[in-house]
């Protein structure tokens, strides 16, 4: 069983930065593969990054490639999403989200899933 909890959603300007948080429970943390979803308003949920358990293998969604970074820290059991050059069209919840099967979870059906943090960019 794996519960994730994200963080650091806020209001920033277009054009700013942040940087989201996701804490994992779990022992097997690390061989998990983990993500990052985002839903806007009227949209359905859409991938935006993942890597493998391994971290080897990294995935952008084309419209958030160079902009935003994936990583984990496996001592601290956490995932982040630096997101930089932040535009209007980024404003969503954005989801933290963990399974087995890196491609499984790029699908957008992951095993487990958090209950999501919002990022507001004003123009």
């Known amino acids: 069983q794996v519960q994730l909890v994200e963080s650091g959603g806020g209001l920033v300007q277009a054009g700013g930065s942040l940087r989201l948080s996701c804490a994992a429970s779990g022992r097997t943390f690390s061989s998990y593969a983990m993500g990052w979803f985002r839903q806007a308003p009227g949209k359905e949920r859409e991938f935006v990054a993942a890597?493998?358990?391994?971290?080897?293998?990294?995935y952008y969604a084309d419209s958030v490639k160079g902009r935003f970074t994936i990583s984990r820290d496996n001592a601290k059991n956490t995932v982040y999403l630096q997101m930089n050059s932040l535009k209007p069209e980024d404003a969503a919840v954005y989801y933290c989200?963990?399974?087995?099967?890196?491609?499984?979870?790029?699908?957008?059906?992951?095993?487990?899933w958090g209950q999501g943090t919002q990022v507001t960019v004003s123009s």
């Open positions: 890597f493998s358990w391994s971290g080897g293998n990294t």
């Open positions: 989200a963990a399974d087995g099967s890196v491609n499984r979870l790029r699908i957008g059906s992951p095993r487990y």
